[in-house]
């Protein structure tokens, strides 16, 4: 049988609070077995943009990322914002190890082709990006890694990669090895049929409610990628799916994605 791996994302909202971060950490530091994490901060980078006057530009909630905003995302993700949650873990007794994608060659990605859109230094995954064997050994040592949002591309070349699309790609990646469980933790209890109605949590969503809500608007925003990713790392071996509260982890209150 295989051992489960649960793998956590957390996102912006989150990382912005440093009472929830905290609280979130001690949540994680609770679960049992092997886990990994992987964080966002798209929310605070565009305020350090801000502040250093440059103005942050997202296209369907992906950053065009020109060489300054890669300079910024990188101290900001890579630096600031892992290095924080690694110390913040040793304190829970947690041995984690902070990662880009450049470290270990653990991530490698390819910059997006200019399309419609030129996105700059932004990366996109594929099958091949993880390496595995890296993972397992940390996995295997008792080691949790701690994945930000930036990756490499082999040539030298840093890039900037939705931290949605990472945890979908490490749970598709290390699905042949592990039962891994992917979990997308943000401020809300779950998806919510109705966004302003807090109560409104879905215990479960198929691929035929999704695109229903979708289509009327009740899903929308940030969450549209979320469940985009989500969706497919179930349909590509990804034994359970779950979208929750970053406070909730270890409560059942959750919504779980079923294949059909
Ligand atoms: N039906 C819905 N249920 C829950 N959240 C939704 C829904 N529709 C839109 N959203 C929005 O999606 C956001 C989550 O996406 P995003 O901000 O990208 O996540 P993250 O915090 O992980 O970066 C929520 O904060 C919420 O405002
Ligand atoms: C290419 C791209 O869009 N990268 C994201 C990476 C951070 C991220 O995904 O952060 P959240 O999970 O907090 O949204 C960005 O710079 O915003």
Known sequence: MREVLKIFKIGGGILDDPDQLGRFLSELARVPGRTLLVHGGGKGASQMLQRLGLEPQLVQGRRITDAATLDIVTMFYAGKTNKQIVALLQQRGINALGLSGADGNSIRATKRPVQAIDYGFVGDLSEQSVNTALLHQLLQAGIM??????????????????????????????????????????????????????????????????????ASGAIAAGMVPKLDNAFAALAAGVEKVVIESALRINEPVKTVLCRS
Do not use: M, W
């Not at 591309?153 to 840093?158: E, P, S, T």
């Not at 879905?202 to 695109?211: F, G, K, M, S, W």
């Open 145 to 214: 890694p701690v994945f930000c949002a930036i990756t490499h591309d082999g040539q030298g070349q840093l890039l900037n990669t939705n931290a949605d699309t990472i945890a979908s790609a490490l749970a598709r990646a290390l699905a042949g090895a592990y039962a891994v469980e992917l979990h997308f933790c943000f401020e809300k209890d779950g998806v919510l049929a109705d966004v302003h109605d807090e109560q409104s949590v879905l215990a479960q969503i198929t691929p035929e409610v999704y695109h229903t809500l979708k």
